[in-house]
């Protein structure tokens, strides 16, 4: 069992940035990717960003290529999601993902366990 808990989100005015943290309570953290979803009101939930166990490949959807930032800690079973220039179309609930142990993701695999997600409002 994988237990994660999303933290850092909150209003923030368009062009301004917030940082996502989702601590895991696993020791087989190391073992899988990691991503992060969203999902605002009556749509369904997106792939925004994943990392690989090793943290030395990314992969991001078109609409936040150039703009986030997912990065991780082994050490510290943390892994962050830096979203700089944010847009009002950002606005969502944002979610903590974690996929099955050695698995090689990409943006259609679906994930294993779920965070209960962290709130961002981007104002225009």
């Known amino acids: 069992q994988v237990q994660l808990v999303e933290s850092g989100g909150g209003l923030v005015q368009a062009g301004g940035s917030l940082r996502l943290s989702c601590a895991a309570s696993?020791?087989?953290?190391?073992?899988?990717?990691m991503g992060w979803f969203r999902q605002a009101p009556e749509t369904e939930r997106e792939f925004v960003a994943a990392?690989?166990?090793?943290?030395?490949?990314?992969y991001y959807a078109d609409s936040v290529k150039g703009r986030f930032t997912i990065s991780r800690d082994n050490a510290k079973n943390t892994v962050f999601l830096q979203m700089n220039s944010l847009k009002p179309g950002d606005s969502a609930v944002y979610y903590c993902?974690?996929?099955?142990?050695?698995?090689?993701?990409?943006?259609?695999?679906?994930?294993?366990?779920w965070g209960q997600g962290t709130q961002v409002t981007v104002s225009s």
């Open positions: 696993t020791r087989t953290f190391n073992t899988r990717a």
């Open positions: 990392i690989n166990r090793g943290g030395d490949r990314t």
């Open positions: 993902a974690a996929y099955a142990t050695f698995a090689v993701v990409d943006m259609t695999t679906r994930p294993n366990y």
